[in-house]
């Protein structure tokens, strides 16, 4: 079965690596998000990702609304080709290596999440 192998951070984040056609970015895994990712604006560039003029509104965890773009692309996902939707944010940034992306529920459906907080690891597992 297809595995990605992750890691948890020094400030308790399960992380991983999304590889997109030009480069890959750290993203952290976010249960609490209900799609398929959300990402910086350079993250978005970094993947290959043109976001449209399309903007939509999203309530973030803290109730909040956001503007954001909204796009699709294709990535490599579990050693598939999967189209996935993409929020592109330009308000949100980040600093030196932090996660540059949310990885939500949609894009683990239906695929096994294993995270050990004991041990520092994060496994996503391909269900068939």
Known sequence: MAKVVGSVDQRGRPVIRIEGKLESILVMVDTGFNG???MTRDAATLLGV???DDE????LGDGRTAQVCESRITITWLDQERRVRVLVSDEWTTIGDAPVALL???LL???LLRIDF?????????QD
Not at 56 to 59: F, I, L, S
Not at 118 to 126: H, N, P
């Open 36 to 38: 398929d990712l959300m």
């Open 50 to 52: 043109d976001p449209s």
């Open 56 to 59: 939509t509104e999203v309530q």
């Open 104 to 106: 939500g529920t949609d």
């Open 109 to 111: 459906l239906p695929h």
């Open 118 to 126: 004991a041990k520092g690891t994060v496994e996503i597992e391909a």
